[in-house]
């Protein structure tokens, strides 16, 4: 503010002040801003353009005010770290949920209506950018990642061996070193020893089991005819009788135990692309915890508030009339 004759040089009019700090005595108290510091300055300025070589006094004061932050803590702030808090529970929630893609899109839409309501309550300016922006920005960045890494994770979620390999670095990686380090249950693999013999003794007891690899004569009425074993000269192999029915019986049951074999292996690497996901997944929640927090953080740290803790306070300013004629 700017104090000062125009129309009569310093060599009628002399203005001078005897304290350059004010007195707030009469200061009305905002709710919005906290004023820091105030004081006065004197100028004799020359103007040779319109006035020619006489000095003009004015007096300039100073006047420094600081916004008031709880309103922004409270209404955008505390928002912004809750709503970033969503942002890690992308990775937390299961892939089969079907809902994580859903789940990070409905956060970002949630960030943008913020921002349109932040630049309604913040005056426009293209000089600086606002911490609660910055902050604000960077939780938008951090989503736009966690929907292009959650697209990546559900892709490998649904993979199966019909469509895709599992290198063997993947499965030392994620399934046999990472789980150790990221408290994880290591994958335990699918049993598929679901062997022919077994599901012979459970459908036709022990007997079929043993008559599994030996010679089969079909009918004990048959001519007998020598065995391959006395034919190339070697050691009599005990041959039994059995009913042909039991006999065809048995190479169904061969042929249902392969089945269940590369099912139960089919399901088993399918689990695996599941364990992988889950280990990604497992990795990305902790490192956007540890960005989100040091973000957080750093923009509390940022804040006048914080890094100069003198802002807030208001000196014990006190001054004489401020000026003399």
């Avoid at 009019?13 to 350059?20: E, L, Q, S, T």
């Avoid at 004010?22 to 004197?42: A, C, F, H, N, P």
């Avoid at 802002?311 to 300013?317: G, R």
């Amino acid at each position: 503010m700017k104090l000062g004759p125009w129309t009569h040089s310093a060599f009628y009019v002399d203005i001078r002040i005897d304290h350059k700090t004010i007195d707030k005595d009469d200061y009305v108290r905002s709710g919005q801003w906290i004023l820091t510091m105030g004081y006065g300055e004197r100028h004799t300025p020359v103007y040779p353009g319109c006035c020619g070589d006489e000095p003009f006094t004015d007096i300039t004061w100073n006047f420094h005010f600081t916004r008031r932050p709880l309103f922004y803590l409270v209404n955008l702030f505390i928002p912004c770290v809750l709503i970033s808090a969503l942002t890690v529970l992308v990775f937390y929630l299961p892939s089969d949920a079907g809902e994580k893609v859903t789940l990070a899109i409905s956060v970002f839409l949630t960030l943008t209506v913020l921002l349109l309501l932040i630049a309604e309550i913040i005056p426009p300016t293209s000089e600086v950018v606002p911490l609660i922006e910055k902050y604000l920005i960077f939780i938008m960045v951090m989503v736009t990642l966690s929907v292009f890494i959650t697209v990546v994770v559900l892709n490998i979620h649904h993979r199966t061996p019909a469509t895709h390999t599992m290198p063997k670095w993947i499965r030392r990686v994620f399934i046999e070193y990472l789980p150790r380090y990221l408290c994880m249950a290591q994958q335990q693999s699918s049993s598929s020893d679901v062997t022919t013999e077994f599901l012979e003794a459970r459908l036709f007891g022990e007997e079929s089991r043993s008559l599994a690899g030996l010679p089969v004569i079909l009918n004990s009425n048959e001519q007998r005819r020598p065995s391959p074993s006395v034919l190339r000269n070697e050691p009599p192999i005990k041959q039994y009788s059995v009913n042909p029915e039991i006999h065809r019986a048995i190479i169904n049951v061969q042929y249902i135990a392969q089945h269940f074999k590369k099912q139960i292996d089919f399901e088993s690497e399918c689990d695996d692309w599941k364990f992988v996901a889950m280990a990604i997944d497992r990795i990305f929640l902790i490192i956007f915890i540890t960005i989100i927090g040091i973000g957080s953080i750093g923009l509390i740290i940022q804040a006048p508030q914080i890094s100069n803790p003198d802002v807030s306070v208001i000196p014990a300013l006190t001054m004489s009339p401020p000026c003399t004629l």
